[in-house]
């Protein structure tokens, strides 16, 4: 794992033509803006979970449904 310091406006660039902007620092809360190429997904953590379990239940239904 790389761990950064980064300031206010200051990026982080991720081959592939990513790029992780510091929009603002509040507290104990930074808020990033990122670029990406429109076929990177990008997502919180939480969110991307979500989805993937979202996805394991319909592949598990698939196949249940194969069975018959």
Do not use: C, F
Not at 20 to 29: E, N, P, Y
Not at 36 to 60: S, W
């Amino acid at each position: 794992m790389l761990i950064l310091s980064r300031k206010v406006n200051e990026e982080i660039v991720i081959g592939g033509g990513i790029t992780i902007l510091v929009v603002a620092i509040q507290g104990d809360k930074v808020r990033l803006g990122i670029e990406a190429p429109k076929e990177i997904t990008v997502h919180r953590r939480e969110v991307a979970e979500a989805i993937a379990r979202q996805n394991g239940e319909r592949e598990g239904s698939d196949k249940a449904g194969a069975n018959k």
